[in-house]
């Protein structure tokens, strides 16, 4: 079982915040909405934060339900219930209709399970002191490098050697990134507007652990925005919808 779960989360800017995180005694499940670019309005009557409150919904009762089914396969099931919700007024086959990235973990009997579905990393406190980080950066390794042309990120998008997402592709739950650390002590769960530490500002992975165990994800978000201001982005948005999560692990069930 997972200790008490912390978490908070921050808009980037006065948009609604696309960013989701829901938590259970065993399980935590961190969304990432993937804002659509200007003048895309794709084959969807919803909004993304629609979708990401679905899908989210869909995964807090599968992760309830059933605490032995695959991750992969929660998730797969969580898409076609999404998707259903939607099926008679919006076009799934839109290459442009809402997605999300997932990033989940489980307290489970040999260790704690994990599934990544985009870049939203997980980072693993381990019993002997180091750090480990299961991120997928298959969005960053595109044809041709950034920045990236909406017709490119369209056809590549939960396509093969391209990067996967959830929305309205079930199959791309199999393209997780999953697995079971064995030994973690503590487990953070986030989007990219919090890795933006690690990635952009210089920061270690083993610096954003320690933060979040010792200061909390509020403090954390704290420190993107300040660093935001002062230095400015890397590319994209000033101030990106910034989430995380953090727990350490308890007994074992």
């Known amino acids: 079982m997972f200790a008490k779960v912390t978490w908070a989360s921050r808009p980037g800017s006065g948009r609604p ?62 898409i076609e219930t999404t998707m259903a919700a939607h099926s008679g007024t919006c076009d799934l086959d839109d290459p442009d209709s809402p997605s999300s990235t997932v990033a989940m973990v489980r307290a489970g009997r040999n260790g704690v399970e994990y599934l990544v579905l985009g870049d939203s990393p997980v980072v693993f406190s381990l019993a002997g002191g180091g750090v480990r980080v299961v991120s997928d950066d298959r969005v960053e390794g595109l044809p041709g490098g950034r920045p990236y042309t909406v017709e490119l990120v369209r056809r590549m998008r939960n396509a093969p050697g391209g990067f996967w997402v959830a929305g309205s592709r079930p199959e791309a739950a199999r393209q997780g990134l999953c697995g079971v650390v064995a030994d973690a002590r503590g487990v953070g769960v986030l989007t990219d507007g919090v890795s933006r530490l690690v990635e952009w500002y210089g920061w270690s992975w083993r610096d954003l652990v320690t933060a979040l165990d010792g200061q909390g994800p509020e403090a954390v978000i704290a420190a993107v925005r300040e660093r935001e201001r002062r230095r400015g982005p890397v590319r994209g948005k000033r101030h990106d919808d910034a989430t995380a999560a953090w727990t350490r692990v308890g007994a074992r069930h």
């Open 17 to 78: 915040n696309e960013d989701l995180v829901l938590a259970g005694p065993s399980w935590i499940v961190v969304l990432d909405g993937a804002t659509a670019a200007p003048g895309v309005a794709g084959g969807c009557a919803h909004d993304v934060p629609w979708l990401v409150g679905r899908l989210g919904d869909a995964l807090a009762a599968g992760l309830s339900a059933d605490h032995d089914r695959p991750l992969a396969e929660i998730l797969e099931a969580a």
